[in-house]
């Protein structure tokens, strides 16, 4: 696993469960630039991805694109799962007409804290 930290968001990704990801803070080119370090454009995930955003304060295009990039790399046929999306990251979403493209699911029991998931900046 790597282990990278940005200061002003995250993302994470455990390789033993590659379709898991964790987006937090701001999500903004830092954390893209990171993203790209560990998920080269040709990659693809074997299961629909999965992104818990609980925790993202902030998101811009540069994030959006993480998302984006969930759409292209998930099984096709499929759609990538959209966790806890906070209200105005979903406002985002909506604007950029990229809500139709995703399943939303809420959890209520499980925190992304217990996602065994390595911080990758």
Do not use: C
Not at 7 to 33: I, M, Q
Not at 49 to 73: C, N, P, Q, W
């Amino acid at each position: 696993m790597d282990n990278r930290k940005t200061t002003s968001g995250r993302f994470s990704l455990d390789d033993a469960s590659p379709h898991l990801w964790v987006l937090s803070g701001e999500v903004d080119v830092v954390v893209n630039t990171r993203f790209r370090e560990v998920w080269p454009a040709d990659r693809r995930s074997l299961e629909p991805v999965e992104v818990h955003m609980g925790d993202v304060t902030f998101i811009d295009s540069s994030g959006l694109r993480i998302l984006y990039e969930a759409l292209k790399v998930t099984p096709e046929g499929q759609r990538p799962v959209l966790v806890d999306v906070p209200e105005r990251a979903q406002w985002i979403i909506d604007v950029t007409g990229l809500t139709s493209r995703f399943d939303f699911r809420t959890t209520s029991s499980t925190s992304d804290d217990d996602l065994p998931l390595a911080d990758l900046g």
